[in-house]
């Protein structure tokens, strides 16, 4: 029973911030979550948007699913992309991931014949 009153006094005891001693842990972990989390991916959605604003026709995009093509035209949310000749799909403008830029081949190199 003393055991439990001593508990009781020491949990009695107030911190040296007061009542503000659970709010600075908190707006720390705010801040710290705002630099890593929000501010970055905020960035990334603002750059996507000024690219699709960009959109003409000739860009090489690929979309959200891997395909490939030619922007025939813009008309609202609504992308042409042409993969084929005569081949035009509808894309969503928000569905365009970005700008396609082919890798450029290297030459095969001589291939040593293995050693025995």
């Known amino acids: 029973m003393l055991a439990l009153l001593a508990q009781a006094s020491d949990s009695s005891q107030q911190s040296p911030f ?3 001693g659970l709010l600075v842990p908190a ?6 979550f705002y630099f ?3 501010r970055p991916q905020a960035k990334t ?3 996507h948007k000024a ?3 960009k959109l003409s026709k000739g860009d090489e995009v690929v979309t959200a699913g891997g395909v490939i093509g030619k922007v025939d035209r813009v008309t609202g949310a ?3 992309v042409e993969v084929a000749n005569n081949v035009k799909l509808r ?3 928000a569905q365009i991931q970005g700008s396609y830029k082919a890798a450029e081949e290297k030459p095969a190199a001589a ?6």
């Open 111 to 116: 291939v040593e014949p293995a050693k025995k």
């Open 45 to 47: 959605q603002n750059q």
């Open 27 to 32: 707006a720390l972990f705010f801040v710290i």
């Open 78 to 80: 609504v992308v042409f």
């Open 36 to 38: 890593i989390v929000m």
């Open 51 to 53: 690219f699709t604003d």
């Open 18 to 20: 007061g009542a503000f």
């Open 91 to 93: 894309v969503l403008k």
